[in-house]
Nanobody, 124 residues
């Protein structure tokens, strides 16, 4: 199992930017698709973005498309989520996760390893 450590969250004003990072503990990271999810208070966890094992394919929730960018650096065992034009509704705990496979194939993609989460708060 991959150990994932997410960081980069914080408090930002609406319209601002943040970059989240997720560092993985093992080399096997480079063979897995990776995803970012978020959970706001009182709401269910939701998909935000995913990237294939080699970075060739990316997927985004409609709510973040055009504002967020997922990327990865396999040499550093790290996946990133660049967030711009942040809105108060983006406020949530953000989690990274490693998929059990090379590609994200939709909502049924199994994610077996999860990071601890990092809080993002966007003030209006």
């Amino acid at each position: 199992q991959v150990l994932l450590v997410a960081s980069g969250g914080g408090l930002v004003q609406a319209g601002g930017s943040l970059r989240l990072s997720c560092a993985a503990s093992v080399r096997a990271f480079s063979s897995d698709a990776m995803g970012w999810f978020r959970q706001a208070p009182g709401k269910e966890r939701e998909f935000v973005a995913a990237i294939s094992w080699n970075g060739g394919f990316t997927h985004y929730a409609d709510s973040v498309k055009g504002r967020f960018t997922i990327s990865r650096d396999n040499a550093k065992n790290t996946v990133y989520l660049q967030m711009t034009s942040l809105k108060p509704e983006d406020t949530a705990v953000y989690y990274c996760a490693a998929a059990a496979g090379r590609y994200y194939t939709g909502g049924n993609t199994p994610f077996g390893s999860w990071g601890q989460g990092t809080q993002v708060t966007v003030s209006s």
